[in-house]
């Protein structure tokens, strides 16, 4: 069996390795993939975006199942594009893949099915916004309605900060066309989790719980990244929010989009913040996080294809999703400068009796070396059965790991181990 997994990161490195588990599957490409993953997938360099490539790619190599899991391909079609010309995909069409495309849509949607979110007001044109923010109470957040790299989302401590964040997205387009609507909300407080699930567009089986660390720097100061890394499972989501979340969210969201005509399938992620009033959406995503999946996929003990199969042909009642007791840290290596501007090119090396620990994001191969080639260059991940040996364990792993200008936060799980549950 041939796959195809469409993405270039370490979360398509972590799914590509638990793919491989799979022994019905005799070959895995990646498109584009990257330096790191060229050693568990054969890379094709044809771009996450470049929809008519990967169709004729995928038609010209006969590939059996495609795995789509970066946002803007799903955005923009790419499941649409392929199961047009009969290859069966893991990921949401496009008129679903809207609840990550559109923070104007997503948030509507809460508001019409009665899912639990914070307050906002959507924005339209510059001047009115700024005149609302004059009232607005603050702090108050800012959200691009667009996909922006995951950095579409200000919160702003000031007044004065909000309407700078509102002429940046609508006047100096920070955003491009992501922030022509922006959406201004309530600021919720309580600690935030993140839960991936599985779904077929009927059954929801969520996968553990994850804490996601945002800011650069330690003790979360520093400006906001994609991700410097994760613990699973999150310390805050006992089983009375699961139960809580699954019948007031996870639940309801499914069948809202079935009601709207947009059935979703794959991966929905729920961003969730755990208030005093109970859990609350902030986002949802129409695929894997990253780097939570890198943490949540170690874990899982069921088959990843098998399970992906099941999302696609709407058997996930019956198929088995299990996970492990253990607990789990993935430390994100990143290039110092990181998330601004940052120098590649700098030779890593991982001892090879680790490297199935590691997850490569940012790496190329320059004249046989593994090079880097991005902000967020790889991530130490370890499995323990307890959080403590998980963390432990991950920096263990980065002590191990060496590339020039590398950076990395030292207190991943800090506040996890701190919440004593």
Do not use: W
Not at 279 to 293: A, L, M, Q, S, W
Not at 297 to 305: H, I, R, V
């Amino acid at each position: 069996m041939k796959i195809m997994v469409i993405g270039g990161g370490g979360r398509e490195h972590a799914v590509i390795k638990k793919l491989k588990e799979n022994k019905s599957i005799d070959e895995i490409f990646a498109l584009p993939g990257n330096g790191g993953i060229a050693k568990d997938a054969t890379c094709v360099p044809i771009g996450a975006t470049d929809i008519e490539k990967i169709v004729d790619f995928a038609v010209s190599k006969k590939i059996d199942y495609a795995v789509v899991t970066p946002d803007d391909p799903l955005v923009l079609g790419c499941v649409d594009a392929l199961n047009k010309v009969g290859i069966p995909c893991f990921g949401p069409e496009a008129k679903a893949a809207i609840i990550e495309g559109s923070k104007v849509f997503s948030k509507n949607l809460m508001k019409k099915y009665g899912i639990p979110t914070a307050k906002y007001e959507v924005f339209t044109d510059m001047d009115s916004a700024l005149a609302y923010l004059e009232t607005a109470p603050i702090p108050t957040v800012i959200k691009a309605d667009g996909l922006a790299l995951g950095k579409g989302v200000i919160i702003a401590e000031t007044r004065e900060d909000a309407k700078k964040a509102v002429i940046s997205m609508m006047q100096d387009k920070a955003f491009g066309k992501s922030g022509e609507n922006i959406v201004i909300e309530e600021f919720l407080t309580g600690p935030e989790v993140s839960v991936l699930s599985f779904t077929d567009g009927k059954t929801v089986k969520p996968m553990i719980s994850s804490m996601d660390h945002k800011r650069a720097g330690d003790n979360d100061t520093g400006l906001n990244t994609g991700g410097m890394g994760t613990v699973a499972p999150n310390p805050y989501y006992t089983p009375e929010i699961a139960a809580e979340c699954m019948e007031k969210i996870f639940l309801p969201t499914i069948n809202a989009m079935n009601a709207e005509g947009r059935t979703f399938k794959g991966c929905l992620y729920f961003g969730l913040m755990i208030t005093p009033d109970g859990p609350k959406v902030i986002e949802y995503n129409c695929r894997f996080g990253d780097p939570e999946t890198q943490v949540v996929l170690p874990l899982l003990e069921s088959d990843l294809f098998e399970i992906m199969n099941a999302t696609t042909d709407g058997t996930l009642a019956e198929t088995e999703v299990r996970f492990s007791d253990n607990s789990a840290c993935c430390v994100i290596m990143a290039s110092q400068g990181y998330p601004i501007a940052y120098e590649k090119g700098y030779e890593i090396t991982i001892p090879e009796e680790i490297s199935d620990s590691v997850y490569v994001a940012g790496a190329a191969v320059k004249d046989g070396k593994l090079v880097t080639s991005g902000g967020r260059v790889l991530g130490a991940v370890k499995t323990a059965p307890t959080l403590a040996q998980a963390i432990d364990g991950a920096y263990g792993l980065v002590d191990k790991i060496s590339f020039g200008n590398a950076f990395y936060r030292k207190d991943i799980g800090a506040r996890a181990l701190k919440a004593g549950r």
